[in-house]
């Protein structure tokens, strides 16, 4: 059974309960940060915060217009990072998220880069040496897989965060977008229905995707095809290319070393005349 | 008997031309731990940080050999750049008639050759472009993963993985013509000792045989 989390920004308020939830579950230090002159805060997602909520401000038939995001790994089920990760440090879920298995990264950062949402983040220790760890969201996987929900979705005080099947989810959150088009609000979608094959985290979002710029690339999809591209066509076809060189060189070993000793024997016949 | 030798490789030549291959064996094992899943240990916990480690110790190896190769000997750095990049008709020939030659040892229709054969001439030409892109690409994955443009990191991950696919063709292809081949194994020793018996050199690299010649005659005159 697959679980997911709704998430319905036309219901946050930018408390910020969440991103406090989820330092303080998992043991995630607050980083010291400055007053740039917004409410944003902290600035971007780091390897010690998880999850943010973005604060964009647009403008709307000449009216400023405030929209809340919440930031977190996206958990895909066609996850680019799944398939760029050489070392099966992240691996799709059965229960629908995208787990991570701090142990086994060695910290190469190609999901870091592969993420079409920008998401997980490295923590250097040396750069030279190239020592570092990656780190993201993990759906709060010790809770979800003992039953528990999330920490974000138990902390959200308008209950803009759900958790539950996502079949389920699915449908309220259909609901709900049809519920705020028919009050009015024109540009209300849900996101990530299909996105990736699917995404362990939905959106209800009063304004379409692409007003969250940053935030929802218009073609999500493109570093998936990159990453299954490489490991799935190229690295094959290259292993298969190699095995096949490999015989065709032993193949011609036995052929010329058949020719060849025929032709010494030749020789030593002449000789022995 | 001839045994009369002619000197076809300098000492930095040798030298530097077994690091390279000790570089390139270390770079291609710590890098293959990524990609088989039966080495995937070598990727996990601490192993991983000293494959890594390892990795990018024998890649500046790796960067510093054509730049020692300029260092410490200009001249055949120089000549061996031109003549890997001197390219005409007579290499085609080559190619039409080399397959026969590798498979049955008959020379028939191989024209004569200068210092480096077509198929050498080839190889080096592979290696050093797959060489600019490993250095291009692995500086970008090994300096650069935050703050790069998604898109160039990406392709250099790629990139980086395809140069490996077909320098290590090359490679393999060359090890077995130099060890293995029943035809050519014997003329691997010019990369050992430095020398080739003036009679293959007569043979195999006719052109270059009498380009030395002429310099020898001239330098005996002087």
Not at chain 2, 97 to 116: C, E, H, L, V
Request: aromatic share 10%.
């Amino acid at each position: 059974m697959a679980f997911a989390i709704l998430q319905d920004m036309s219901k946050c308020m930018a408390c910020k309960a969440c991103q406090v939830a989820c330092k303080e579950w998992n043991e995630l230090p607050a980083v010291e940060t400055t007053n740039e002159g917004g409410y944003e805060n902290p600035r971007d997602l780091s390897p010690t915060t998880w999850t943010r909520i973005q604060f964009l401000e647009t403008e709307a038939e000449g009216a400023p217009r405030w929209l809340f995001y919440k930031q977190q790994c996206m958990h895909c089920t066609n996850a680019p990072c799944v398939e760029a990760c050489p070392t099966g440090a992240l691996k799709n879920h059965p229960l629908g998220f995208v787990s991570f298995e701090r142990d086994l990264c060695n910290g190469c950062g190609y999901c870091v880069k592969f993420c079409p949402y920008g998401i997980p983040r490295l923590d250097t220790e040396n750069a030279l040496t190239g020592r570092a760890k990656v780190s993201k969201c993990t759906l709060c996987e010790d809770r979800v897989t003992q039953g528990e929900i999330p920490a974000c979705v138990k902390a959200c005080p308008p209950g803009a965060i759900q958790f539950g099947e996502r079949k389920e989810l699915l449908a309220s959150g259909k609901a709900r977008v049809a519920q705020l088009q028919a009050q009015g609000v024109s540009g209300a979608n849900l996101y990530g229905e299909k996105e990736l094959g699917g995404l362990g985290v939905m959106y209800v979002l009063p304004d379409p995707p692409s007003t969250y710029k940053g935030a929802l690339p218009a073609d999500p999809e493109r570093s998936w095809w990159l990453a299954s591209f490489w490991q799935r066509i190229l690295q094959p076809a290259g292993a298969i290319g190699l095995v096949l060189g490999a015989l065709g060189l032993a193949l011609n070993f036995a052929v010329v070393s058949r020719r060849t000793r025929g032709r010494n024997q030749a020789g030593r016949e002449k000789g022995d005349e | 008997m001839n045994e009369a030798k002619v000197i076809r490789f300098s000492a930095a030549e040798r030298f530097l031309h077994l690091l390279y291959f000790l570089a390139f064996l270390t770079l291609a094992g710590t890098g293959l731990v990524l990609y088989l899943p039966q080495l995937q240990g070598y990727t996990l916990a601490e192993a991983g940080q000293l494959s890594r480690l390892i990795h990018r110790l024998a890649a500046v190896i790796l960067m510093a050999i054509p730049i020692l190769y300029f260092l410490l000997d200009r001249s055949n750095f120089r000549e061996s750049l031109r003549k890997i990049l001197s390219w005409n008709r007579a290499d085609w020939a080559w190619f039409r008639s080399a397959p026969r030659f590798y498979w049955t040892g008959d020379r028939t229709g191989i024209p004569p050759q200068d210092k480096f054969n077509t198929g050498q001439k080839l190889h080096a030409l592979i290696q050093a472009v797959c060489f600019a892109v490993f250095v291009a690409t692995g500086l970008i994955l090994w300096i650069w993963p935050q703050g790069s443009p998604p898109w160039l990191f990406r392709l250099s991950v790629i990139l980086h993985d395809l140069a490996f696919l077909i320098s290590s063709s090359g490679f393999l292809l060359h090890v077995y013509l130099a060890v293995i081949h029943p035809l050519t194994r014997q003329h691997a020793g010019a990369m050992v000792d430095g020398t080739i018996p003036e009679i293959d050199a007569r043979e195999l690299y006719p052109l270059w045989y009498k380009e030395r010649h002429k310099e020898m005659e001239r330098r005996r005159a002087a």
